[in-house]
Every structure is written in C-alpha cells, then in structure tokens.
C-alpha cells in the first residue's frame, strides 16, 4: 500500500490518463449502464473512460493516493466513479454481481492471484466479461515495467486453468508497444484477454 501511494504522491499520473489500448479495442462489445468492477485500478484512466460511456463503475486499489486521483480525474472529465480503498484478498466480489470486471495490469504473487481469479468468476453475472491485459514472465527480458519477479505475470496457458469456468473469446499472448505514462512506455510482452462466464 506504501509502495503505491508513494508512486501516485506525484501530481502527474503515472500510468497517463487515457484509457488502456487493449480495454478501449473491445469497448463496444459491452452492454450499455453494465455494471463493472475494475481491480487494481489505481488513478482511475480506466475507470473514468468506462464512466464515461455510461457504464456504472467501481474502481478498487489498495492505495487511497490513487483512487483520490480517479475521482479527482472522473470530475475533470465531467463523470463520476465509485471507488473503494481495499486489499483485493480480503475484498468481496459477491456472487453474480458485475456484468464486467476489469484487471488491466494487476500483478498479484500467483497464490494471492489465483484467489482472487476464483473470485471473479464467482463475482461475475452469468454471461459476464472479464477484460484482463497483464505482463507474461517473458516482460522480464523487455524491461519496460511491470514486476521484478515471473512469479506475478501469468501465461495464457495459466489464466486458462486459473480462470477456469470462462470462455476465452479473446486470448492471446503478444508483444506489442504499451505507451501508458512514464512507468510504462516500450515495446513489452503481454497476454490479452476477453472471456465471458459460462450460463
């Protein structure tokens, strides 16, 4: 929590303010007013651009810091976000509750993650989204940001069986150039997803 609030003390925003790359390419497969849950989303970028299509949001992070950014940012953009200050090992997702749910760049140590992904399949409606862009352990070689250890970037072959209960409508393991503010700028190697629960 010290750590995040320390990276978010800054008056920039450190990931950028506009919405993640991959988040924005599927957008419009989403129902319009969804409810959606977005995890570890610290200063808000993503939380406020799902807002502003009308999607009925709240944003969770562990750093107090941060999410005082998304709301600050929500105003600036003329929208507002709920946003809830929590360790997402003890947060209740609920059962069938969110028609999306977010994690974009939200590394966990795998045992803490692979909680926490059976709380998402639990916490999503039938037929709900998950939208996930993480590092894979090869992001080690690039560089560019994410965690120091492989132990908290997933493969695609892991989210598979961690996330097991979804169908993958989108998985893809790939490199590409994430250009998401200062601590994220570079060619970097990542696995997409867009999975939907099983009725």
Not at 18 to 33: A, Q
Not at 42 to 53: M, T, Y
């Amino acid at each position: 929590m010290a750590m995040w609030d320390g990276k978010y003390s800054s008056d920039d925003y450190v990931f950028g303010t506009k919405p993640n790359d991959f988040l924005e390419s599927v957008s419009s497969k989403l129902s319009p007013n969804s409810s959606v849950l977005s995890i570890g989303e610290g200063e808000g970028r993503n939380a406020v651009f799902l807002a502003k299509q009308g999607h009925d949001v709240l944003g969770v992070d562990v750093s107090a810091v941060g999410l005082e950014k998304a709301n600050k940012l929500a105003l600036e953009h003329g929208t507002t976000i709920e946003t809830r200050v929590a360790d997402l090992k003890l947060f209740d997702m609920e059962e069938s509750k969110w028609d999306v749910i977010v994690s974009i760049f939200c590394h966990m140590p795998s045992e803490l993650r692979k909680e926490v992904y059976k709380k998402i399949v639990r916490g999503l409606k039938p037929g709900g989204i998950l939208i996930l862009e993480a590092y894979t352990p090869k992001q080690l070689e690039y560089k560019t940001g994410g965690p120091p250890v492989a132990d908290m970037m997933p493969t695609l072959d892991l989210l598979k069986i961690e996330l097991d209960g979804l169908d993958f409508e989108i998985g893809e393991e790939k490199e590409r150039d994430v250009v998401e503010g200062r601590l994220h700028t570079g060619k970097a190697h990542v696995v997409q997803v867009f999975a939907r629960k099983k009725n």
